[in-house]
Nanobody, 125 residues
Framework: VQLQASGGGLVQAGGSLRLSCAASGRTFSSRNVGWFRQAPGREYEFVAAITSGGGRTYYTDSVNGRFTISRDNAKNTVHLHMNSRKAEDTAVYYC???????????????????WGQGTQVTVSS
């Protein structure tokens, strides 16, 4: 599985941005997908995840209510809608995917076998 993230850029605090991730392969619909981020000098941080069928979503507390993850299995894409951006949202954002039919958790980097190249998001205050 190859993941290609896009949509990053510079946005003012309080603004909105949508990240997209396009996945290759025919097994996308059997994989959980999500987003992690890494700010300068910090470890990878779980942001959001969505189950393979799209029925359940998970968020880290700091983005809950501001970010929304969605997916379109017909188009092999996943999106992260980010509203009410804050300076602390500045980071490189990575699209991730699990192995097919994964039954583990959703919050750890080790739950995801495939990572995209990352897209930079900068929030100016």
């Amino acid at each position: 599985v190859q993941l290609q993230a896009s949509g990053g850029g510079l946005v003012q605090a309080g603004g909105s941005l949508r990240l997209s991730c396009a996945a290759s392969g025919r097994t996308f619909s059997s994989r959980n997908v999500g987003w992690f981020r890494q700010a300068p000098g910090r470890e990878y941080e779980f942001v959001a995840a969505i189950t393979s069928g799209g029925g359940r979503t998970y968020y880290t507390d700091s983005v809950n209510g501001r970010f929304t993850i969605s997916r379109d299995n017909a188009k092999n894409t996943v999106h992260l809608h980010m509203n009410s951006r804050k300076a602390e949202d500045t980071a490189v954002y990575y699209c991730v995917a699990s192995v097919s039919h994964y039954s583990g958790s959703y919050y750890s980097w080790s739950d995801y076998a495939y990572w995209g190249q990352g897209t930079q998001v900068t929030v100016s205050s």
